[in-house]
Antibody, heavy 120, light 112 residues
Framework: EVQLLESGGLLVQPGGSLRLSCVGSGFTFSSYAMSWVRQAPGKGLEWVSGISGNGGRTFYADSVKGRFTISRDNSKNTVYLQMSSLRADDTAVYYC?????????????WGQGTLVTVSS | IVMTQSPDSLAVSLGERATINCKSSQSVLYSSNNKNYLAWYQQKPGQPPKVLIYWASTRESGVPDRFSGSGSGTDFTLTISSLQAEDVAVYYCQQYYTTLHTFGQGTKLEIK
């Protein structure tokens, strides 16, 4: 059974930093690109960042480019999202997401999400 | 690619048809394989989204056949043929044509 378990969500002050982690199990982690998708309270889904299976290619939404960094450690089946210069509009539930197969396709598994709150 | 859904919200009577539209700012049809890189998701309160449809019209395993997807290029539709109470949710389209997988803003579906 595929499982994605996020952690690291906290209350952080504006301008602060935070690192989210997502541990995957039940699939060959290194074979899959992974993504982070966020959802602000009461709002829609926003794709934030993606990383290829070997970590060689990374992609970011314009809203986070230059502030967020995605990375992965395939030996630990973990993908990370390093967030810096956090703003109030970064407040959201952050979901870790796995595509249906290797490559950049639709998401077939999601974590339960971790809440990041940016507030003073 | 910007994805725009309509309407933002929709109220339909039980047993009636619900139709949600999604328009992309550029085509998501990949000419080399003639596939539309478009998925539909359902999200219920307090839960992560769940994929319903991919390749614009292929139903995910286990999804009831009252859900169907259609369209090509830039214009797509999700249809629920006979609304059930458990279909109350927010529905999102998403393009995966580019590596920046943008979502529509969502359509909230309620019972009339």
């Amino acid at each position: 059974e595929v499982q994605l378990l996020e952690s690291g969500g906290l209350l952080v002050q504006p301008g602060g930093s935070l690192r989210l982690s997502c541990v995957g199990s039940g699939f060959t982690f290194s074979s899959y690109a992974m993504s982070w998708v966020r959802q602000a309270p009461g709002k829609g889904l926003e794709w934030v960042s993606g990383i290829s299976g070997n970590g060689g290619r990374t992609f970011y939404a314009d809203s986070v480019k230059g502030r967020f960094t995605i990375s992965r450690d395939n030996s630990k089946n973990t993908v990370y999202l390093q967030m810096s210069s956090l703003r109030a509009d970064d407040t959201a539930v952050y979901y870790c997401a796995k595509p249906c197969s290797d490559g950049w396709y639709w998401i077939d598994h999601w974590g339960q999400g971790t809440l990041v709150t940016v507030s003073s | 690619i910007v994805m725009t859904q309509s309407p933002d919200s929709l109220a339909v009577s039980l047993g009636e048809r619900a139709t949600i539209n999604c328009k992309s700012s550029q085509s998501v049809l990949y000419s080399s394989n003639n596939k539309n890189y478009l998925a539909w998701y359902q999200q219920k309160p307090g839960q992560p989204p769940k994929v319903l449809i991919y390749w614009a019209s292929t139903r995910e395993s286990g999804v009831p056949d009252r859900f169907s997807g259609s369209g090509s290029g830039t214009d797509f539709t999700l249809t629920i043929s006979s609304l059930q109470a458990e279909d109350v949710a927010v529905y999102y389209c998403q393009q995966y044509y580019t590596t920046l997988h943008t979502f529509g803003q969502g359509t909230k579906l309620e019972i009339k």
